[in-house]
């Protein structure tokens, strides 16, 4: 099997450290920019984990330039505003066996990718992951915390089941769920509000949960996202807020999301997927989004909001 892993950052250099550090495996090709794939190729790839350090040895590393072989399964770590670009130039290494799968947050990812490669949906296997992982330099990937939990899932039994015996033997915490959709919007329902109001007030999770005024807006925020999923007939609940707030407490208490340590560094971000997409997602319904349309001005207020 040629399983391809397609952004070499926080999230793709997690699962490709994990998955070449397993002895059976199949090849596996992290697939770069040329800036990239010359660092990992003079230095290997180090995963840093607490006081741990791994480096493994890459063999197939290629950039975006190369020509890449037909790949079985390809794993999509990238952010959304590299997305489409990064997808055409590999688009012949994709064939209409390919099965894919995005990690990315957002709810609207399967679709963009479908749109840019013309896809069969079938081809997509929504997913998700649950982590905190950050890229150091090209060849250094942190993970800070959180733990690491992948879950995939749709309606394509057969491909799920490939998915299933060819991951298996890999260190990945891999979780299967028919109703992959529900999981998309419990996971936007937690990184979305989060990433959101701890961006608008320069906090950390930590920092967060000790402010029970901030954590009352961020209530607010998760409520607007419940009506927007009620709507699209996705079945979220006032269960699934407390579940969230549950689940920021095993976050490390200096953790911060992606989108805050992009825009903290003035770099482009994901803000078009994680807030845009409510807004107008709630102007398209016709839903009330106001705490939404406030903490975005409250954002673009603080940063120079690079899109
Ligand atoms: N980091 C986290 O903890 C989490 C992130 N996510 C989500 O996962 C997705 C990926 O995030 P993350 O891993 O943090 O992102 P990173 O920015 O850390 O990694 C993305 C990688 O893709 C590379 N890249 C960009 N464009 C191209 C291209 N055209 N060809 C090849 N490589 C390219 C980047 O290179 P360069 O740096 O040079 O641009 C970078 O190495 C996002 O949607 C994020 O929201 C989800 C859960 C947690
Ligand atoms: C909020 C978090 C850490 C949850 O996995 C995340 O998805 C991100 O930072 O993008």
């Not at 060849?139 to 039994?157: A, C, F, L």
């Not at 949960?209 to 961020?218: E, F, G, P, T, V």
Request: charged content about 25%.
């Amino acid at each position: 099997m040629k399983i391809g892993i397609l952004g070499i950052g926080g999230i793709g250099g997690f699962i490709a450290s994990k998955m070449l550090q397993s002895k059976d495996k199949d090849e596996i090709i992290l697939i770069t920019k040329e800036r990239q794939k010359r660092a990992i190729i003079s230095e290997g790839l180090t995963l840093l984990d607490g006081d741990k350090s791994e480096k493994v040895h890459v063999i197939d590393v290629v950039s975006t330039n190369d020509k890449i072989e037909k790949l079985d399964i390809l794993f999509i770590a990238i952010k959304s505003y590299d997305l489409k670009e990064s997808l055409k130039n590999i688009r012949s290494s994709i064939s209409d066996k390919t099965l894919i799968i995005p990690l990315l947050n957002g709810i609207s990812i399967k679709n963009i990718i479908c749109d840019t490669l013309n896809l069969s949906e079938r081809q997509v296997i929504d997913g998700c992951i649950y982590i905190i992982s950050n890229k150091i330099n090209d060849s250094t990937i942190r993970h800070v915390g959180g733990p690491g939990r992948i879950i995939i899932g749709g309606e394509n039994q057969t491909a799920l089941n490939t998915l299933q015996t060819v991951l298996e033997k890999y260190d990945l915490d891999i979780g299967y769920h028919k109703d992959i959709k529900e999981i998309l919007w419990k996971k936007f329902l937690f990184v979305s509000p989060i990433s959101a109001i701890s961006t608008a007030n320069g906090v950390t999770f930590g920092a967060l949960q000790d402010d029970a005024y901030l954590m009352i807006q961020c209530q607010s925020l998760m409520e607007e996202v419940i009506l927007i999923a009620k709507k699209l007939g996705i079945n979220l609940s006032h269960e699934d807020i407390k579940n969230t707030i549950e689940m920021l407490k095993k976050f490390p208490y200096e953790a911060k999301s992606s989108f805050q340590l992009d825009i903290e560094k003035n770099q482009k971000n994901e803000k078009n997927i994680l807030i845009d997409d409510v807004i107008s997602l709630g102007e398209k319904l016709d839903l009330d989004v106001i705490n939404y349309i406030s903490i975005n001005q409250q954002i673009m207020d603080r940063y120079l909001c690079v899109q």
